[in-house]
């Protein structure tokens, strides 16, 4: 039963550059979650999705970064023109639709953003 | 902001019981006590959790208070491995906008050889 899968691990971009996280949810799970963890900080919730929906966003820097869960294959986070200060880990969760018996949120094992 | 308040570390020996205590005073009556742990620099792994009765799982205990005012993480024999940062967070199933789970600064368990 594979878990979250996120990809690439790690990801190393310049100043300028764009970076694409991809995140592929558990099996039978339709919702997504992201959220990025600052070094020395502890985690922030950027955006939650469902298929072909943006339900929240309101973490999301109102500029440069964009997510989408498509109909068919992963979702995808999307900084473009990255900083420095866009350096982080980035983690995706999903889990079953709300109201279900539970919709506890499984990790990924994140990707860490690397900006020289 | 966390609605947890959590002991920064604690100590715990090999084999022995890790007890994890938090305090969410001023949890609402449908949220439920969730508790995740990383392991450095790994992604947050869901650990276990409840709404008002203890709940166990293969992997740990958790014991509300009846006031659900906090709550203890029971890992009833820690390893090496168990070291890491646990996260106690309150949040809803079921709608609202308590989907948002909000990391705290956690309690590092260190458990000693």
């Known amino acids: 039963n594979a878990g979250v899968m996120q990809n690439p691990r790690h990801l190393v971009r310049r100043r300028g550059q764009e970076a694409r996280l991809r995140c592929s949810p558990m099996k039978g799970h339709s919702h997504v979650y992201w959220y990025r963890q600052l070094p020395e900080e502890g985690l922030k919730f950027m955006v939650y999705?469902?298929?072909?929906?943006?339900?929240?966003e309101s973490g999301m820097p109102k500029e440069r970064f964009s997510a989408e869960f498509p109909k068919e294959g992963p979702s995808i986070l999307r900084i473009q023109q990255v900083v420095r200060g866009d350096s982080a880990a980035y983690f995706c969760?999903?889990?079953?639709?709300?109201?279900?018996?539970?919709?506890?949120?499984?990790f990924g094992p994140g990707t860490r953003l690397t900006v020289l | 902001d966390a609605k947890t308040t959590q002991p920064p570390s604690m100590d715990c020996a090999e084999g022995r019981a890790a007890n994890l205590p938090c305090n969410h005073s001023t949890i609402s009556g449908n949220e439920y006590v969730y508790w995740y742990r990383q392991i450095h620099s790994q992604g947050p792994q869901y650990i276990i959790h409840?709404?008002?009765n203890n709940e166990t799982n293969e992997m740990a205990s958790l014991i509300i208070t009846e006031d659900r005012k906090s709550s203890t993480l029971i890992l009833p024999h820690a390893t090496l491995r168990d070291t890491a940062v646990y996260y106690c967070?309150?949040?809803?199933?079921?709608?609202?906008?308590?989907?948002?789970?909000?990391f705290g600064k956690g309690t590092l368990l260190t458990v000693n050889p």
């Open positions: 999705l469902q298929k072909e929906n943006i339900i929240d």
């Open positions: 409840g709404l008002k």
């Open positions: 967070i309150v949040g809803g199933l079921s709608g609202g906008s308590n989907y948002k789970l909000t």
């Open positions: 969760a999903s889990s079953l639709p709300r109201g279900r018996s539970t919709d506890t949120q499984y």
